[in-house]
Structure formats: structure tokens, C-alpha cells
DNA sequence: AGTCACGCAACTTATATAGTTACATGAAGC
DNA sequence: GCTTCATGTAACTATATAAGTTGCGTGACT
């Protein structure tokens, strides 16, 4: 298990959804399509819907759709609403039962170049929205790869 | 488990070492100020003598001695040394038995940032050696916390 | 010889996360 | 109104990773 993550499952599930925004996928379409459970599909996307990023609908036609253009959803938006970070926090917890200034002093400079880090990503990732890669996708996948938009 | 990291455990001990660098400690002295076990101790700290960065002695008055000058040892040796990325690589595996472009599209996009957040990290450890953060040591705990440099 | 400390391999335990099952809710179609 | 389809959620299982632990070997000092 864990071999894939949160933030790749929505991206890479958004971004298929970039291509063609109007037919809503179910749950079970993007867990196929990226190899994993219906039901984690829904416990990723559900965050996503709560920042205002997807909608579900229940019922016959019913699945997941964009909430706006994907020209309008930046890479940050969806990484922010997902809420995991790429830093490992566990790396530092605080000394255990004591405190320490030189532990201190050290948890003070690597927090220091986490915020950074995390600084540097989010405005990497703000920078590039949904529509942005999908227009890369389409530039070069003209091809055979993923004809339309199919699962597999 | 998994309260502390290897990173940690490392940087808070040679922070400690450099504040008496001639005096050798014992992997059992090491772990009882960082709440661990003395086999974690040498597990973590044979990458750094490898590296260079620390001697370890057997026997009578044996432990482990800086290999070298505070000053001369910046958190980046020993980030680099330790090998243990902050960055979860966990995230982005590739689609599962099939190749997709808007995945493929997305993970280059992911591992641009982490590539650029990686090299964030990488100059602001360099720019800090053992004996920076001694300094700061000295400065800010001339009272009570850590009298000399006893565990606990 | 005896003690002390590292070196290392193997095993155990804890934790986080993905995967799964089960059941409830609500919407569309018949 | 009943069935079907789909999400919503909670609870449980499985697994991978990392820390913790034990045991034994080796070298060095007394």
C-alpha cells in the first residue's frame, strides 16, 4: 500500500476532469482510473468539495464535477484544500520530557528552512492551474495514450 | 514511535558534542539526552562516520568525537550524511501498471517543486555550521538549562 | 582476564495510511 | 413507490515504515 498519496490521486484525477469538465465521474470511474479504492476517492475528494473546488451529486448521472473552470483552479488551491504537506513534521518533535536549548536552537533552524520550502512550493503550485496542464497534455498526447479521456 | 527522526537526534547530539568537542560520549550518554536507545545512536550515527563527520572509539573512554572542528561542519554535511530526505518521496508514484500523460504531466510539475524546495533546504543548512548554533547556545543559556553539558 | 564500548544483524512494537466492508442517505428512472 | 445508482461515513483490516530492543561479536583499555 501508500504507493501513491492524497495530492497525487486529486491531481491526477482533477486533471482527467480538466479535459472534459461538463460529465461528472463517479467514484468508482477514478479510483479505476488510478488504480485505487471508490471509497478513498471520496475520502480525498471530500475536502476538495468542502473548499468549494468539487461538487458531487448522488444518484443516476450523479458523481463529481469541477465547481469552476479549471482555468480558475490553481494547483495550490487543491494542494491547500487537501491539507498534506510534503514536509515530514515528524521530524522534529520537541525533546521528550526536557527542554533543551541546543535541541532549541536546531528545531529553530530546520522549521526555519521547512517554511521556506513550504513557501517555495505553494508558489510553484500557484502558479500552474488545472487548465494549464491539461493544455500540456494536449499539446503532446495527441498520440495513442489516452484517446479521449478513457480510465485505463 | 517515530516521535523523533533521525535528523533530529543527529543535529541535537553533535550540537551538544561541539559544545566539548575533546570529550568522547558514549552512544548510552547520547541516547539518555535524547530519550532514545543506544543501538539507535550508532544506527543513526555510522552514516556520519562514514561521512567523515564523527570518530567512534571502542573500549575504555571510547564514544564518539567530532571528526573535525565545529566550524567546519555545517547542517548540510550532516542533512546530506543522514540521507533522509524532508520531502515525503512517498507522493508520487507512478500510475499503477499503466502510463497516463496528465499523471505523468502532474508528477513533473510535483517534482519540480520539490526539487526547488530540496535546494532551499540544502542553502540554508549550508549556511550553518555546528559551531553557529553552539554560538547561539552560549549566548542565549548562560543560566540554568544545561549547566555544563550534562544529559537530562 | 575482565570490563567497556562500538558493530551489526535479527526481531518486536508502534504508527500512519491505504484498502475494504458495511450500512445509511438521497436522487433519478421505471 | 420501489429499485437502482451514487455519495457519505464509520469501522475494521492489511501493510509498509521507522523506532525500539535483544543478543552476540569484536576491539581496546586496565
Redesign the pocket.
Given at each position: 500500500?501508500?504507493?501513491?498519496?492524497?495530492l497525487s490521486?486529486a491531481l491526477h484525477a482533477l486533471g482527467h476532469m480538466a479535459q472534459e469538465p461538463a460529465r461528472?465521474?463517479?467514484?468508482?470511474?477514478?479510483a479505476a482510473m488510478?488504480?485505487?479504492?471508490?471509497?478513498?476517492?471520496?475520502?480525498?475528494?471530500?475536502p476538495l468539495?468542502e473548499a468549494g473546488i468539487l461538487l458531487?451529486?448522488?444518484?443516476?448521472?450523479?458523481?463529481?464535477r469541477l465547481a469552476r473552470p479549471a482555468a480558475e483552479i490553481s494547483l495550490a488551491d487543491i494542494y491547500a484544500a487537501i491539507g498534506?504537506p510534503f514536509l515530514t513534521a515528524?521530524a522534529f518533535a520537541p525533546a521528550?520530557g526536557h527542554p533543551c536549548a541546543i535541541e532549541a536552537a536546531m528545531t529553530e533552524t530546520v522549521s526555519a528552512a521547512m517554511v521556506e520550502a513550504e513557501a517555495v512550493i505553494a508558489r510553484h503550485f500557484a502558479a500552474r492551474t488545472l487548465a494549464d496542464v491539461a493544455k500540456v497534455w494536449g499539446e503532446r498526447a495527441k498520440s495513442a495514450s489516452h484517446p479521449t479521456d478513457s480510465p485505463l
Open positions: 500500500m501508500k504507493r501513491s498519496s492524497k490521486l461528472a465521474r463517479t467514484s468508482e470511474e477514478i488510478h488504480g485505487t479504492h471508490a471509497v478513498v476517492v471520496r475520502r480525498v475528494f471530500a468539495r458531487s451529486e448522488k444518484g443516476h448521472g450523479g458523481g463529481w498534506e515528524t521528550p
